[in-house]
C-alpha cells in the first residue's frame, strides 16, 4: 500500500526558510514523478513544484521559482521542498504527491496524480 | 484567477445528471489530456479521471469524462448524497512548461 507522510512544516517568518520532507513506501520510488501541491485556508489546489524519478528535470510554478527547491534522495525514498524568502502567500496545507506513470511523459507531470499525503501546514506569519 | 476555468458551484438532486465544465486554452487542454479531482471536506484529492476519459479502479462508471477542443467536462449520472464535494480539472500547459489545475466547482446534492 502506498503512503506519503509529510513533515517539517510549522509557522515560519516572513522572509525566512523553511524545509518540508515527505517519506514514501509501498511503490519503487525512483520510478516516479514526485510533486509538491498546495492549498491555501478556503482556496483551490496550486501546483508548487515537480522532480522527476532521476532527480535529473524539476518543474516550478512561476509563483514559487527562485525561492523554491524540489529535490529527492532515493536511497531514503524521501522527498524534500526547500522554502526560502517566505511570503504570506505561501500559507497554505501542502501535499506531497505521486504521478499515476511509471516514467511519466512530460506533458502529463503533475496533472495525473493517484496517491496524496494527508498535507502539512505551513503558516508564513510574524 | 485560474488558468483553467470552472464553474464556482454546480447543484443537482439524488438520481440526477450533473456535468462540469473545464474551459482553458491550446496551450493546454487543447494540446494535452486531462485529469479530474474529487476533493471531499477535509481530506486529500482523489483521482476520478486521467486521459481525458480513463477512471482509474474503483471509480464508479457513473463518473466520465470529456474533451473537445480546448474544453474539458466531467458527468456525473445517479447522482448520490456522498457525490457533495469539490471538483478540479488539470492539464499541462505548455506555455507555463507546468501542470495547472481549475479554481475548482462545489456541487451540492440538494
Known amino acids: 500500500e502506498v503512503h506519503l507522510v509529510e513533515s517539517g512544516g510549522g509557522l515560519g517568518q516572513p522572509g525566512g526558510s523553511l524545509r518540508l520532507s515527505c517519506t514514501a513506501s509501498g511503490f519503487i520510488f525512483d520510478d516516479y514523478v514526485m510533486n509538491w501541491v498546495r492549498q491555501a485556508p478556503g482556496k483551490g489546489l496550486e501546483w508548487v513544484s515537480s522532480?522527476?524519478?532521476?532527480?535529473?528535470?524539476?518543474y516550478y510554478a512561476d509563483s514559487v521559482k527562485g525561492r523554491v527547491t524540489i529535490s529527492r534522495d532515493n536511497s531514503k525514498n524521501t522527498l524534500y521542498l526547500q522554502m526560502n524568502s517566505l511570503r504570506a502567500e505561501d500559507t497554505a496545507l501542502y501535499y506531497c504527491?505521486?504521478?499515476?506513470?511509471?516514467?511519466?511523459?512530460?506533458?502529463?507531470?503533475?496533472?495525473?496524480?493517484?496517491?496524496w499525503g494527508q498535507g502539512i501546514l505551513v503558516t508564513v506569519s510574524s | 484567477q485560474s488558468v483553467l476555468t470552472q464553474p464556482a458551484s454546480a447543484s443537482g438532486t439524488p438520481g440526477q445528471r450533473v456535468t462540469i465544465s473545464c474551459s482553458g486554452s491550446?496551450?493546454?487542454?487543447?494540446?494535452?489530456?486531462v485529469s479530474w479531482y474529487q476533493q471531499l471536506p477535509g481530506t486529500a484529492p482523489k483521482l476520478l479521471m486521467y486521459?481525458?476519459?480513463d477512471r482509474p479502479s474503483g471509480v464508479p462508471d457513473r463518473f466520465s469524462g470529456s474533451k473537445s477542443g480546448t474544453s474539458a467536462s466531467l458527468a456525473i449520472s445517479g447522482l448520490q448524497s456522498e457525490d457533495e464535494a469539490d471538483y478540479y480539472c488539470a492539464s499541462w500547459d505548455d506555455s507555463l512548461n507546468g501542470p495547472v489545475f481549475g479554481g475548482g466547482t462545489r456541487l451540492t446534492v440538494l
Open positions: 486521459g481525458n476519459n
Open positions: 491550446r496551450s493546454n487542454i487543447g494540446s494535452n489530456t
Open positions: 504527491a505521486k504521478d499515476l506513470q511509471i516514467e511519466a511523459p512530460m506533458t502529463t507531470v503533475g496533472s495525473e496524480i493517484d496517491y
Open positions: 522532480i522527476s524519478g532521476s532527480g535529473y528535470s524539476t
